[in-house]
């Protein structure tokens, strides 16, 4: 309880900068709602009035004042919907979207040393879903509590002015059909909530695990064995669905039994009070109407705590891997401005923490500005933790690496990043076209930047060869290309930033001989000047580095 009225009051924190839409929708509801009641009610007490009069022969009644009113308090139904539907989805879509930054700028340091401990399918859950989840917060719970609990003061006081009786009745009901029946949907709603939370996301992860290893699954004849977890995890989410929707029943059905009850309650208990002239015969409809509209204001509330929990459960996955702690510690200082570029390794170790031994002992050496270094060994070897190192992925476990003749450390992590341009052995594509993934790494490239470093790349010729040509889709993780081509088109992205140190990690992975060798010659006639540190575990390119560095197994 004391853990979900925290997440609570850290939502409410997060939205402060739009607290003034919020209180204005819940003020522009709170005013549709009374103006809906109050039609209702001087509508049945109008019409009433109006018959008696006929029929009593009395041909002077001001029926100018309430049918203005009545007039008046459609205006503001209609007028105030509109206004409180604008109002509060527009705070709900603000909310959203800051909540989206806050939670990219919590999650980006955190990559990759601590997102690697996720499934990738998971991050994408807490990014969208759950995210998409807390709309519901403002909108479906916290609104319409206050909304309700407001006028459930209002229509109070207006009874009580008339008979206790009236109100004993009116405000039973109320709580027996906005309290007692939400908070025992809530209780029956948890555990299915909390537990479709976990099903969406397994069932996402599988998904996209599906997708991603379809040839795989091919291959070893497994896709029966996946389909069949997905249709588990489908069935288990359907079957927590239809117990939401058999409670969402449970909860309307008493809703509406209870503002019947207390519109025949209010008839029963104003006929003893008509007959004995305490109340004129037109309030006895005015009083049933009044009860019967008065229940539009709890008509949210099972909704409400039944979507709590698992709103509650997608907020707590949010601030779980937002308040992760990021391996690397930021300086308070701005970062230096080196006027030279030289890489040092002193002494550097590394090891991971899942890891007992090190990757990297006691590595030393040196990259000039403008010299170019290859770095050689076999897998397991630590060629990448270089790279994960040098790009603040990872703090070094021993020793110390200077950028400019400063310490790595000095430096903030983006000030650091925009030295270097890197190829990874992980190539990284989007579902988009070949121009727009190339156009990541600049967006003011013009089209002949683009055509001039694919063609070092070696990966023109293909590009053009396409019906589609720079505009051709590449698919989910570059689906539609060879191993080969995503990675020269990466080698074609990290040339296009223009950084004055390029990192390429194994540029020739799926590549032959003789295309890795054009490539990475035409990548140092076109990088005289720059900075270059080649790892690889092939000899490629290796008798035009000033230095080669093997590291042991």
């Not at 009051?9 to 919020?22: D, S, T, V």
């Not at 989206?100 to 879903?129: M, N, T």
Request: charged share 15%.
């Amino acid at each position: 309880m004391i853990n979900n009225i925290k997440i609570v009051f850290r939502l409410l924190m997060l939205f402060k900068p739009y607290w003034a839409w919020m209180v204005l929708g819940i003020i522009l509801s709170l005013i549709t709602l009374l103006a809906n009641v109050g039609l209702l009610a001087l509508a049945a007490w109008f019409i009433t009035i109006m018959g008696i009069a006929g029929t009593a022969g009395i041909s002077q009644v001001n029926y100018f004042t309430p049918a203005a009113m009545i007039r008046g308090f459609a205006i503001i139904r209609t007028a105030g919907r509109y206004a409180e539907r604008v109002v509060t989805h527009e705070a709900t879509f603000r909310q959203l979207s800051a909540l989206r930054v806050w939670f990219y700028q919590r999650l980006e340091p955190l990559a990759p040393a601590v997102l690697q401990q996720y499934h990738s399918g998971d991050i994408l859950s807490r990014i969208s879903a759950d995210i998409d989840q807390l709309q519901n917060f403002y909108l479906r719970i916290a609104a319409p509590l206050i909304v309700a609990f407001i006028a459930v003061i209002f229509y109070s006081v207006f009874l009580i002015r008339y008979d206790m009786g009236l109100w004993l009745v009116e405000i039973s009901l109320l709580i027996l059909a906005g309290v007692l029946v939400p908070l025992l949907v809530n209780r029956l709603a948890k555990k299915p909530a909390e537990r479709m939370v976990k099903t969406k996301t397994c069932l996402r992860t599988t998904a996209i695990d599906s997708m991603q290893g379809m040839a795989e699954l091919l291959i070893y004849g497994a896709q029966q064995q996946q389909i069949e977890k997905i249709q588990q995890l489908s069935q288990q989410l359907v079957s927590d669905q239809q117990k939401q929707a058999t409670l969402m029943g449970f909860s309307q059905g008493a809703l509406g039994l209870s503002a019947n009850l207390a519109m025949w309650s209010m008839l029963i208990i104003t006929i003893p009070l008509v007959s004995s002239q305490q109340l004129s015969p037109e309030m006895m409809p005015m009083f049933a109407l009044f009860a019967l509209a008065s229940f539009e204001a709890i008509v949210p509330l099972p909704l409400a705590l039944q979507l709590l929990p698992e709103t509650l459960a997608s907020a707590k996955r949010i601030f779980e891997l937002a308040d992760s702690k990021p391996v690397i510690s930021e300086p308070e200082q701005a970062s230096p401005q080196p006027e030279q570029l030289d890489i040092v390794f002193d002494q550097v170790s590394f090891r991971y923490p899942t890891s007992d031994n090190d990757v990297i002992k006691s590595l030393s050496f040196c990259l000039p500005q403008g010299n170019k270094v290859a770095i050689i060994g076999e897998s397991g070897a630590g060629k990448t933790s270089i790279v994960q190192l040098l790009l603040k992925f990872w703090p070094c476990s021993g020793g110390s690496i200077q950028l400019g003749g400063y310490d790595l450390s000095a430096y903030h992590s983006e000030d650091c990043r925009r030295y270097f341009s890197a190829v990874s052995q992980q190539t990284v594509l989007f579902n988009s076209t070949i121009k727009r993934n190339l156009l990541l790494a600049n967006p003011d490239a013009s089209d002949e930047a683009l055509q001039q470093v694919c063609r070092i790349a070696q990966i023109d010729a293909f590009i053009t060869s396409q019906p589609d040509g720079y505009d051709t889709w590449v698919g989910e993780a570059g689906l539609k290309l060879s191993g080969g081509q995503a990675q020269r088109i990466a080698v074609a992205r990290a040339l296009l930033k223009d950084a004055p140190i390029l990192i390429l990690d194994e540029p020739g992975e799926g590549l032959d001989t003789d295309t890795e060798k054009k490539m990475l010659d035409a990548i140092l006639a076109y990088k005289p000047d720059t900075s270059i540190l080649l790892i690889s575990h092939k000899k490629a390119g290796l008798d035009r580095m000033d230095e080669i560095i093997l590291l042991p197994n």
